[in-house]
Antibody
Framework: EVQLVESGGGLVQPGGSLRLSCAASGFTFSSSAMSWVRQAPGKGLEWVSAISGSDGRTYYADSVRGRFTISRDNSKNTLYLQMNNPRAEDTAFYYC????????????WGQGALVTVSS | QSVLTQPPSVSGAPGQRVTISCSGSSSNIGAGYDVHWYQQLPGTAPKLLIY???NRPSGVPDRFSGSKSGTSASLAITGLQAEDEADYYC??????????FGGGTKLTVL
């Protein structure tokens, strides 16, 4: 059974930093492309960032490029999102997502981690 | 403003058929990129409902079906049930902005 479990969410001040983690199990993590998708409270879905499984290539939405960094540790089956200099508009539930297909879709979602950016 | 356009809400009575549209452009759906659909029940994470326009993952009832034509796609739900009350999102790929989602449609079962 595929499981994606996020951790690390919480309250962070504007301009601070926070790292989200996603522990994956039930599939071959090292060969799977992964993404982060977020959802502001009461709003729709927004893709944030992706990382390929094979060569670790990274991709970012314009709204977070230069501030957020996606990475993975295949030895720990864990995906990360380092959030630097967050803004109030980054407040959202952040979902870890396993990609399926090319171009990708999400075939499995984590339960989400709430990040609140506020002073 | 989402790149893909969905109606904010649709409704139907139990047993009825409803459709949710997803309108794109020549840089996404019209460029040949597939459309995928997700169901988000209240207070939960999204779940894959339809992938690559017409395919249902294992466990998704055949009451749910997808279609795509030109620059648009649709999700149809037949035999509407109370448990189908949820938010539905379409998603595709865009040559200018990578992943794109619709703004979401809230389905109310009357």
């Amino acid at each position: 059974e595929v499981q994606l479990v996020e951790s690390g969410g919480g309250l962070v001040q504007p301009g601070g930093s926070l790292r989200l983690s996603c522990a994956a199990s039930g599939f071959t993590f090292s060969s799977s492309a992964m993404s982060w998708v977020r959802q502001a409270p009461g709003k729709g879905l927004e893709w944030v960032s992706a990382i390929s499984g094979s060569d670790g290539r990274t991709y970012y939405a314009d709204s977070v490029r230069g501030r957020f960094t996606i990475s993975r540790d295949n030895s720990k089956n864990t995906l990360y999102l380092q959030m630097n200099n967050p803004r109030a508009e980054d407040t959202a539930f952040y979902y870890c997502a396993k990609e399926g297909g090319i171009p990708p879709w999400v075939d499995y979602w984590g339960q989400g981690a709430l990040v609140t950016v506020s002073s | 403003q989402s790149v893909l356009t969905q109606p904010p809400s649709v409704s139907g009575a139990p047993g009825q058929r409803v459709t949710i549209s997803c309108s794109g452009s020549s840089s996404n759906i019209g460029a040949g990129y597939d459309v995928h659909w997700y169901q988000q029940l209240p207070g939960t994470a999204p779940k894959l409902l339809i992938y690559a326009n017409i395919n249902r993952p294992s466990g998704v009832p055949d009451r749910f079906s997808g279609s795509k034509s030109g620059t648009s796609a649709s999700l149809a739900i037949t035999g509407l049930q109370a448990e189908d009350e949820a938010d539905y999102y379409c998603q595709s790929f865009d040559s200018r902005s990578a992943w794109v989602f619709g703004g979401g449609t809230k389905l109310t079962v009357l």
